[in-house]
DNA sequence: TACGAATGTGTGAACGTGCACACAGTAGGA
DNA sequence: TCCTACTGTGTGCACGTTCACACATTCGTA
């Protein structure tokens, strides 16, 4: 045998105490005790080292007091993109104050996806906080098969109606800080976009569309696969070809911001003097970069706690309307331009 | 209700396809079943939208086929530290050959213990794999009082002995980097010590330590608390007013060293030039610096299938020899020295 | 006195599984 | 013919918990 001794149950509490099961269940849970009693069985329980059997628990309950967080995205999210750890930690702390407990999954490859699917079908969560959902995920038809309660940070535009979400106005934002860029005096002004394959990068694309008006150039606009450094670097370089005159950039990110710095001191050119560099995100990326990124402030932590809150809310047996809600998203000026 | 339809069971199979609960469970997990009888439930199953009870299955088997990944230190893993996320992708690549699923458990504050504490207790994981755990950290002893199989990444001197982990030679890859600095002619040689609480930063200081031999000199060994770039750029700066004729520093980890480059360069010393400097980790942070640095590398991933490897040992019922394994640690010689 | 309410306790059933066992039918060999 | 082996199926029980119910005692009051 690999385990020692049998885990005391609450049979075991009521043997050692002289009680029945019944009246241990309601020491634990709450109910009519007389004081006697309810010493006696405490005793029992630290007596024989009682932990409660959750697996039982949420099997005679239907509910684990568990909410996954789903990660849909491992690479680039634990590696490039700083926001999912403070999404993540802010979802934990809300979880945590309703005492309930936060399980994260990795979805990394089609394996992945049917492993988790089981793992959320089968009881051991209430429910479900989905992040960096792509257009017609395998987990998503689970989840609504399921009727699992769940919410969305960000939202792919043919997403699931029925399943909330909280975001930021990724067009609005984007079209602030084009804005300002351009009050600054900028006139030709380029983007780095990125991720055109999620909303998060359609939308900073027509937000800085929006903002250039008649003045937008596609020819200004370099595209890129993903969020991350390399990808700044690879674009900026591009729009330095393809317009030596560049005065302006908006990256679609911080991180690729940091790469697009690099390409421009690689280039001789300085910054913010010779061009102006704006960033997404406000992350770790905007202060470690030289100059500091002038950027936009994403909520991170609020966008899980705010996911969190949807799911809680559901599982008290709320209705919520469906839809979302979108969480400002201030801009923050430093030095970059 | 919240809930539309009750979930299918292997009841409602059994009695659409005709046939008792048993035959069900056989075709399920494999046993003597017609051909008819094995057709006519699994065109059922699909029937009814049949997912098993994991919960259910979990009480009875007292197998859940998960197990917990547990970081006890959220705020600087996910915000500083890279390698936390290559850890957990290598330990979730190798639970989820073995046909596991890897449940990541955040602990932020005292209430967090507590409740992941009653989630490892509680039937819901077979084993854990703890990262990052300090001294005394409470977590490990219901681990070990629960006899839950388990493995650590890195080991804090005084950990329980009966739990085996996986780490790197911190104090061994510490004197080599050093040696190599030293051999490349530096003379006056600093080190920026971080997390002196743990063993990873007390093992780093002693091989940098021992690298030095006589030559060692206090005065040249700044002390920050955590691996993150603002205190490489408050350690440098201390090692700068200490000893403004340093020609090395040898920086606890990649972030830290990053931080230094920046309080080099705004103290005008050029890199390598002037100054050569080396890290740890070789993570995202070595490439992304101006000069790339030169630096230890951590196999993170693989550090993270290791610890998954051990845990699943456990479970196949191998008793393992207590101690741990350490990962070979290659230098990489990049720019920064 | 008697009756209802409040308090305290024990018992049986159920949650959805998997497994041991019992049983039935068929086939092959002595 | 009978015994054994193999295939196929149904039934009961157990995993550890909670809840509904039944029952017991005490007390206040009509």
Redesign the pocket.
Known sequence: MSRPH??????DI?AAA?????????V??G????????AAIEAAITEVG????N???A????RSQAVAFVALEPHSLFLDDPNIGSIMLGANAALSLADHQMVSLVVESARDTERVARYLSG?FVDGAIVVSARTRDPIIKVISELALPAAFVGHPPDLDQSIPFVGIDNAGSAQAITARLLAGGRRRIGMIAAALDRDSGIDRLAGFKAALGTAYDAELVADVPHYDYGSGVKGMRALLAAEPAIDGVFAASDAIAAGALEALREAGRSVPGDVGVVGFDDSTWAVRCQPQLSTVHQPAKQLGSCAAQLVLRQLRGEVLEPGGQLLPTPIVWRESA
Not at 50 to 53: D, I, L
């Open positions: 049998r885990r005391a149950t609450v049979h009521a002289g009680v029945s099961r019944g009246t241990v269940s309601r634990l849970n109910g009519y005790v007389s004081a006697e009693a309810r009682y932990v409660p059997n697996a039982a628990r099997l005679k309950m239907r009881g």
